[in-house]
């Protein structure tokens, strides 16, 4: 062939060349795929791992939780009463029967209660008296004999019987709560004039007998029980329309150097306006906790005390449930805790909280529950001692509720993946086409170039011929 000068001289490639370069093209598309394949799987496989290695620590969490907050397996010995017979004789089914005391089981009984501890009391199911049960225990009272119960109220009859060479000095009793409901009540005490308690008192004992007696002129049934004393207790909060804690107004900051005596009235009183403020207060109106805040705290505007708050995301800095002993809301814990951050510029960045609510979860402060926020009245500044034994002054908030605050999962990479998986998938689908449509181009050449092979083999045959 003669050489054009400024033409592009191209090179025919035979079809074993052809064959060849396609096979080379097809094997790089397989491993195109099976690489998209192994990509797509490795992305599965971790994405299952983990949900499942989630599933899993949720799962023990809450395994954790329930053994944290299970009851103690102890086995607390209980000695049998000793004179069962003396139950069989009450004689209270009747109204007539009821008017009667029986002496002799009341005082088997108070010599057996005596003898028992508060932990022997709960393991015999102590529980609250209520005007439920009377119908009940009226009708069938020998199914509820010795059972342990607990009465709360104010003392509305009371008299003193003295004591014998045989017998001790007893004070019998009725005490009325605020709903109305009765319960009688035989406590030891040999002194006439002696202290009782309280004006609103606690007995925890055991039930011995159905009782009707008459009190300013009406006659009252109830259940008697005979305890080894009473204890000071509380009435249930009700606070006004106007959700007032008068207590509050009256509670002074501690200082370093001036401490003084913790404000537990104010305290149940921010606690009965959490727990009966829920749809009256309008918590998304309150202000969110912030420095500005936090300085006039430390500064001590009294403006601020018993007003609500919002806390916002903050560390949870330790939580625990406690005993929180006798209270007028009758709860055997509460819980109480820690929050802060390190981006405070007042105060030292912490906040101590009390709330009368069970929430277990937050106990995993170091896990699921590290940030919480919450809802709160703030009640005084409050003077601790640190680790280093110095003191330090915070703020002290009763909290109307503190929640676990889970942050929003970071799905940037999982759909910058996606993104790779489907820009690769789209690759390989073009590489796909173009090899496909190469494959075509390359046939429809080649049967050219044969047909043009045949027609000059016919016109040089032709020729010939002729």
Known sequence: MKHVPGKKQTTRMTREQLDQMARKDKRKVILMAVGFVVLLGAFLFTTVTAKQRQAEEEARMAARLAEENAAPDVQVFVPDFPQPEVLESIEDKTKEGRILLDEEAILATLKYVQKLT???LDSKGLRDYSLDDLDAMTANPDAYRLQALRARGKIIDIRHRPGTETTPGTFIGTLENQRGERAHFVVSG???NQELGSEFVRVDGLFVQMYET?????????????ARSLTDSYAPIVLNQNL???AVEVVRDDKVGEVWEFPQLAQWQLMAKAEQGEGRIDWEAAPVLNDELIGRM????DSLRGQPFRIPIKRNMGTRTVQSGENPFYRDEMMQGWMGDFTSRKGNGLLRWVGAFDKPELHDFEG???LVTGRGFFLKMWIYEDTKGNPSKVPFFV???VDVHTPAPDMSHTKILWAMLGLTGIMVLVIAWLLARDKRQTEALQKRLMERRRARRERTEAGSAS
Do not use: F, H, K, Y
């Open 298 to 301: 430390v500064d001590g505007d």
């Open 399 to 401: 909290m109307q509720s």
């Open 368 to 370: 699921q529950a590290r």
């Open 190 to 192: 040999d002194n006439e």
């Open 244 to 246: 007032d804690t008068p």
């Open 118 to 120: 508060p932990a022997q």
């Open 214 to 226: 008459e009190i300013d002129r009406w006659w009252t049934n109830g259940p008697l029980i005979v």
